[in-house]
């Protein structure tokens, strides 16, 4: 079943912009994690959040955790054109850390 | 290094047809995984393994097999394939106990 719903579907902004998705999930989690995908390339690991944190930062990248409303949410920060990507979300279901269930994807395009 | 490479990039079949798409993975990692990609639905999981000889289902097995002879390989079948596989399929893989998944450029399959 799929776990994740992210918010929004597409998003479009200029350079130097911040860019926000969300992310909401629906069972207990151990960690949740954002992947970026460029187009017709594999998923590439961006960031991980664990369930007892509630914010962390690497970079550009801002990812906030609350578990009491099963939401996350990405902040990029100052956005490129190369930023453009489709944004994923994956959860960890309570059992199985290593199977992941991945969120709906949020495409950004980023303008000069 | 490699990381996780998938043949062919791109398979058009007819209904019926059966293949093998292939996955390699030259980090030693213990676990492998199959997720396809459809339009709207994110990533699902086909089948995934812990380890050579070791295979389990996901939550879209249905139509596809997977086994495990050795660490750096794990094929997925295809016996009889249908317009609904058309998807774009990618493999990851972790260390057992890693959390995050490195994943391949995909397969794009097409069935007519």
């Known amino acids: 079943s799929q776990q994740g719903e992210e918010d929004p579907q597409a998003l479009s902004i200029q350079e130097g912009e911040n860019a926000t998705m969300n992310c909401s999930y629906k069972?207990?989690?151990?960690?949740l994690q954002w992947y970026r995908q460029n187009s017709g390339r594999g998923l590439v690991h961006l960031i991980l959040?664990?369930?007892?944190?509630r914010e962390k930062h690497s970079g550009r990248l801002r990812v906030t955790l609350d578990t009491s409303k099963k939401s996350s949410s990405l902040l990029i920060t100052a956005s490129r054109a190369a930023d453009t990507a489709s944004y994923f979300c994956?959860?960890?279901?309570?059992?199985?850390?290593?199977?992941?269930?991945f969120g709906t994807g949020t495409r950004l395009l980023v303008s000069p | 290094n490699a990381g996780v490479t998938q043949t062919p990039k791109f398979q058009v079949l007819k209904t019926g047809q059966s293949m093998t798409l292939q996955c390699a993975q030259d980090?030693?990692?213990?676990?492998m995984s199959w997720y396809r990609q459809d339009p709207g639905m994110g990533l699902r999981l086909i089948h995934y393994?812990?380890?050579?000889?070791?295979?389990d289902q996901g939550e879209v097995p249905n139509g596809y097999n997977v086994s495990r002879s050795t660490t750096e390989d794990f094929p997925l079948r295809l016996l009889s394939a249908a317009p609904s596989q058309t998807s774009v399929y990618f493999c990851?893989?972790?260390?057992?106990?890693?959390?995050?998944?490195?994943f391949g450029n995909g397969t794009r399959l097409t069935v007519t």
């Open positions: 990851a893989s972790s260390y057992v106990g890693g959390i995050t998944l490195h």
């Open positions: 069972t207990s989690i151990n960690n």
């Open positions: 959040i664990r369930s007892n944190e």
């Open positions: 994956a959860t960890d279901e309570d059992t199985g850390f290593q199977k992941l269930v």
């Open positions: 980090m030693n990692h213990e676990y």
């Open positions: 393994s812990v380890g050579a000889g070791i295979t």
